[in-house]
Every structure is written in C-alpha cells, then in structure tokens.
C-alpha cells in the first residue's frame, strides 16, 4: 500500500464490551465503544483510531447484524489505517422478526442515513470525510442512501454485495464505488457485472479468484479489507484536507 505501513494489535470488541482501547507497534490508539443512536435505539459500535483520516459505516447483509466477525475483520484492518468505523444493526429487534423488512431497500437505506446524520452531529466525527461499506442487501441500500447524500459519501465498497437492489438510483450515486465478488458466486459476479455497467461515477470490479460468497476461503477476506483499504485511501483521502478546513 503506497503510504501506509501499520501494523499490530487493534482493540477487538464483544457483545458485553463498553470500551475498550489498544496501541499498535506504531502508537496507533484505537479505541471502541457499543452504543445507541438516539431515536430508533439502533446499537452500533464506533470505533475511532487516533488521527482518523475518514470514517466508514458499515451496512450489513440479510440475516447479519453489527456483529458480523467478517465486516468486524475488515473494520479491524480498516482502523489500523486510520480510518473510523461504525458498525450498526439497521433493524431493531422487533423489526428483524418481520423477514420483509430484512429486504426492504428503503427502510435500510433510510437507517443509514440516520447513521450519518448522528456522525455530522458528533464534533469529532462530523468532519471527517465518509464512505460506505455494505454486504449482501447491506450493499443496495448504501448505494441507495448514497444518491441521496450525494457528496457526503466519498466512497463506496461493496462485499458480495447485491447492488442490482439498487436499481434506478445506481445512475444517481456520484461517490467512487468498488465491487468486490468471489470468482465461485457466479450469480452474484453476473448481478454485479450488470450494477457496474449502470454506474456513472467512477467505479471498477474486482473479482477474487476461487473465493465464494461468503469468502471463507484462505486469503479471500484479507483480499477484500486490502482492496477496501485501498478503494478508501485513494478516494478518501483526496478529500480530507477539504473536510479538515471545514472543521
């Protein structure tokens, strides 16, 4: 990665965490904290490394939750390269045991959108620069919250990702947007293939060889942080000292 050689511990959450914090062999603090948006009393788990350069909010897949061990791996090496997360349930308890709510596009793209306005009014968070990470249906409907936050979102990565759920509003999205699908998901390959040819901002596909949908193969989820890592810092970075000066 041009520019970024961190390496070491982060601090790892649970469910019965309140905080928690750890230092890399290059004094990288990162600390983590469970918490509740306010209003919907979504949980969510906020991570913020020292001198954040951006901050990432997840979007999990049907059936998933902010506890993810997989989007939790990502968010790990994500925070070792400065960049802040918020892992978030985009459904609370009552709503998940309704399963047309799990699909419902909208409806998710709605809670990220609260996410975000929770973010711009935390002072340490509001000025850092933004991105999406979504999963499975988690993918769809960032790419749907992104057209409507338009240059609030800088970036987007999508992990197995269903972005055809998108539908009209992929022409709308203006952020840089990554699809990363495993070689073996063929259906999912194809979906994506025809998502990338309705984007009109700037965009590219990465296909990872032998992995499949959930890439529990050896490599494959490290592949998917190390293209997200870079998706991020080339397109985030750019428009942090912006969003500093706005500060």
Known sequence: MPGVSIRGSYCHWSRGAQGCSAMTAEQVAVKARDLQLPGLGLGATLRLPASPRGIIVFAHGSGSS?????????????????????????????????????FDIPLLADRLAFAVEWIDRQPE??????????????????????????????????????????GP??????????LIVGGNDEPVVEMNERALAQLRA?????????ATH???????????????????ILNLTSRSGTAAAMH
């Open 66 to 102: 902010r506890f993810s061990p997989r989007n939790s791996a990502v968010a790990g090496k994500l925070n070792q390269a400065h960049f802040a997360t918020l892992l978030l349930d985009l459904l609370t308890p009552s709503e998940e045991a309704d399963r047309r709510n799990v």
């Open 125 to 166: 968070l509001s000025y850092l620069p933004l991105g999406f990470f979504g999963a499975s249906t988690g993918a769809g409907a960032a790419l749907v919250a992104a057209a409507r936050l338009r240059d609030r979102v800088g970036a987007i990565v999508s992990r197995g990702g269903r972005p055809d759920l998108a």
């Open 169 to 178: 509003a992929l022409a709308s999205v203006s952020a840089p947007t990554l």
């Open 202 to 210: 700037r965009k590219a596909l990465r296909i990872i060889p032998g």
């Open 214 to 232: 959930l890439f529990e193969e050896a490599g494959a989820l490290e592949k998917v942080s190390e293209y997200a890592e870079e998706w991020f």
